[in-house]
């Protein structure tokens, strides 16, 4: 399968714990992408990498939250004392150089924070 | 301040006729806008697009129309399939940066047989 993968796809925490979800993109796509969905809205953008540069970052990301793609290639997100508003699914996204801008997402990983 | 809205959060269509998917904005140097199908437990996936200097493009059963004066656009499909029933988000790139999707809150197509 050469999709976009992402682990786990559910994580379920307590309170206060860190939690770290990778995400593995299409090997040739340069660009990566990090969503936050919630329930009855739509993915909403919280950072993005050009190769290994992170270029930009959304203000929904507090500095719990911290992003990395070393070498360019698979990409983590870590969250640090969970809260229960961070309950969430987080979707990575990869592009290449498509003139659409057309993303492909993972499926996702669902974080239910007690 | 919501720049992709999709107004309906519901759709029920009878098998076999149209289903017409709505979606405004407001950002004008948005250059593409992309429909995006969602099933439960699984992430978005691409289902057609449409430049900014066009007005229709279509793929099969799926046709996406833009009217830049309204800033609107719609995606029609014909006939609806029970496949068809999905989670449908309207998305927009702004052309610049991040080239990231700015994504709507989506509609809930439901194809009744």
């Known amino acids: 399968d050469t999709g976009v993968s992402q682990n786990p796809r559910h994580k379920i925490t307590k309170r206060g714990q860190n939690v770290t979800f990778r995400c593995d993109p299409i090997s040739e796509h340069n660009r990566l992408y990090w969503y936050r969905q919630t329930l009855g809205q739509g993915p909403e953008f919280l950072t993005y990498?050009?190769?290994?540069?992170?270029?930009?970052k959304s203000r929904l990301l507090s500095d719990r939250f911290s992003a990395e793609r070393p070498k360019g290639s698979f990409s983590t997100l870590e969250i640090q004392r969970t809260e229960q508003g961070d309950s969430a699914m987080y979707l990575c996204?990869?592009?290449?150089?498509?003139?659409?801008?057309?993303?492909?997402f993972g499926e996702g990983s669902r974080l239910t924070v007690l | 301040d919501q720049q992709v809205k999709q107004n309906s959060p519901s759709l029920s269509v009878q098998e076999g006729r149209i289903s017409i998917l709505n979606c405004d904005y407001t950002n004008s140097m948005f250059d593409y806008f992309l429909w995006y199908k969602k099933y439960p437990a699984e992430g978005p996936t691409f289902l057609i697009s449409i430049s900014s200097i066009k007005d229709k493009n279509e793929d099969g059963r799926f046709t996406v129309f833009l009217n830049k004066s309204a800033k609107h656009l719609s995606l029609h499909i014909v006939p609806s399939q029970p496949g068809d029933s999905a989670v449908y988000f309207c998305?927009?790139?702004?052309?610049?940066?991040?080239?990231?999707?700015?994504f709507g809150k989506g509609t809930h197509l439901i194809i009744q047989p």
């Open positions: 990498f050009q190769n290994e540069a992170q270029l930009e």
């Open positions: 996204a990869s592009g290449g150089n498509s003139r659409t801008g057309e993303l492909f």
């Open positions: 998305a927009a790139r702004s052309g610049g940066g991040a080239d990231g999707l700015t």
